[in-house]
């Protein structure tokens, strides 16, 4: 498996504990699988508290705001593909989903090959993803309240049209002061293990 996004976290505290680790002479895979799984479910934690590694509540979304439940997780495959791996010498987590680095840094998502992007504007909408891939011809309507694309034969929108969509950040990768302490907690346990009794 290999990661489409990754971030890469340097903290020092977390990095003279694992050197001095490492100056014990033992296996380092013991505390590099300690601190994946940590990094991990810390990350999954995320998405059920929808708050930063740095304490900060993450941008509630549209259809949160609209219709309850959690942000970034309308079908859990952004959370759902978060996995950690360990080696000798590295420690790491992420997840797999091409779309996961606008979640986490923010940014503008503008059309690349069309004049508009289209919003489903509701689930026959969502799951047809684009209006190309629906089975009725839409007619384009303008309104005081923006450009819409309507079904003519049951009289319903199915899609917004914009310009550009601003995504806000929500980061979910990264340690907090709590991770770290306790990377540092499991870092400590590992040298007082391979330390022999005096």
């Given at each position: 498996?290999?990661?489409?996004f990754?971030?890469?976290?340097?903290?020092?505290a977390?990095?003279?504990?694992l050197?001095r680790?490492?100056?014990?002479?033992?296996?380092?895979?013991?505390?590099m699988?300690?601190?994946?799984?940590?990094?991990?479910?810390s990350t999954r934690?995320?998405?059920r508290?929808?708050?930063?590694?740095?304490?900060?509540?993450?941008?509630?979304?549209?259809?949160v705001?609209?219709?309850?439940?959690?942000?970034?997780?309308l079908?859990?495959?952004?959370?759902?593909?978060?996995s950690?791996r360990?080696?000798a010498?590295?420690?790491?987590?992420?997840?797999?989903?091409?779309?996961?680095?606008?979640h986490?840094?923010?940014?503008v998502?503008?059309?690349?090959?069309?004049?508009?992007l289209?919003?489903?504007l509701?689930?026959?909408?969502?799951?047809?993803?684009?209006?190309r891939?629906?089975?009725?011809e839409l007619?384009?309507?303008?309104?005081?309240?923006?450009?819409?694309?309507?079904d003519?034969?049951?009289?319903?929108?199915m899609?917004?049209?914009?310009?550009?969509?601003?995504?806000?950040?929500?980061?979910?990768?990264?340690?907090?002061?709590?991770?770290?302490?306790?990377?540092?907690?499991a870092i400590?346990?590992?040298?007082?293990?391979?330390?022999?009794?005096?």
């Amino acid at each position: 498996m290999s990661f489409d996004f990754w971030t890469r976290i340097d903290d020092q505290a977390v990095k003279a504990g694992l050197q001095r680790l490492a100056e014990l002479g033992q296996d380092m895979r013991p505390v590099m699988r300690d601190l994946s799984r940590l990094g991990e479910a810390s990350t999954r934690m995320r998405f059920r508290t929808q708050i930063d590694p740095d304490g900060r509540p993450w941008a509630v979304s549209n259809r949160v705001a609209a219709k309850g439940g959690r942000t970034l997780t309308l079908d859990g495959h952004l959370g759902d593909s978060l996995s950690s791996r360990y080696g000798a010498r590295y420690a790491e987590w992420g997840v797999n989903r091409v779309y996961a680095a606008i979640h986490q840094f923010g940014g503008v998502i503008r059309p690349r090959n069309a004049r508009y992007l289209a919003i489903p504007l509701n689930e026959k909408a969502r799951i047809a993803g684009s209006p190309r891939n629906l089975d009725v011809e839409l007619v384009f309507v303008e309104t005081d309240n923006g450009k819409f694309l309507l079904d003519p034969l049951s009289e319903t929108f199915m899609y917004v049209l914009v310009s550009q969509v601003t995504i806000p950040a929500r980061a979910y990768l990264g340690i907090s002061a709590d991770d770290r302490d306790d990377m540092l907690d499991a870092i400590q346990h590992r040298i007082e293990g391979a330390t022999p009794n005096a």
